[in-house]
């Protein structure tokens, strides 16, 4: 299921920077240059007090592996173990739905 508020947030949001996270992560290095946060061996620690689920829908019957906001018109796209992409609008309406699973997985 995805969230409505979460893939809002992921198309209307900058990118995060280290000063946005502060209590989110441990002390590992982190650093920014000019493509945004860098991170390495950072362990997040869970705050889902941060989360807030506004609404939710079924996305795919598979589990999810790829979440990906698009900016122009805002969307996300979603692609699942079985290689099938779905693209959202930010209120949750299915705009697309393409499989990438080539000639040899195709379904019968």
């Known amino acids: ?12 949001r900058p990118a995060l920077s280290s000063a946005s996270l502060p209590n ?11 493509r945004g946060l860098l991170m390495t061996k950072v362990p ?3 705050h889902p007090e941060v989360i807030k689920v506004a609404g939710s829908w079924p996305a ?7 979440l ?9 796209v979603t692609t699942d173990i079985s290689k099938e ?19 040899e997985e195709a379904l019968p």
């Open 1 to 12: 299921r995805l969230s409505v508020e979460a893939a809002r947030r992921s198309l209307i």
């Open 24 to 34: 989110l992560m441990g002390a590992a290095p982190v650093r920014e240059d000019e």
């Open 44 to 46: 997040l620690r869970p």
């Open 60 to 66: 795919h019957p598979e589990e999810i592996v790829s």
């Open 68 to 76: 990906a906001p698009s900016g122009t018109p805002p969307a996300l």
């Open 85 to 103: 992409v779905k693209v959202w609008s930010p209120a949750g309406d299915l705009w697309g739905h393409f499989s990438m699973r080539g000639v």
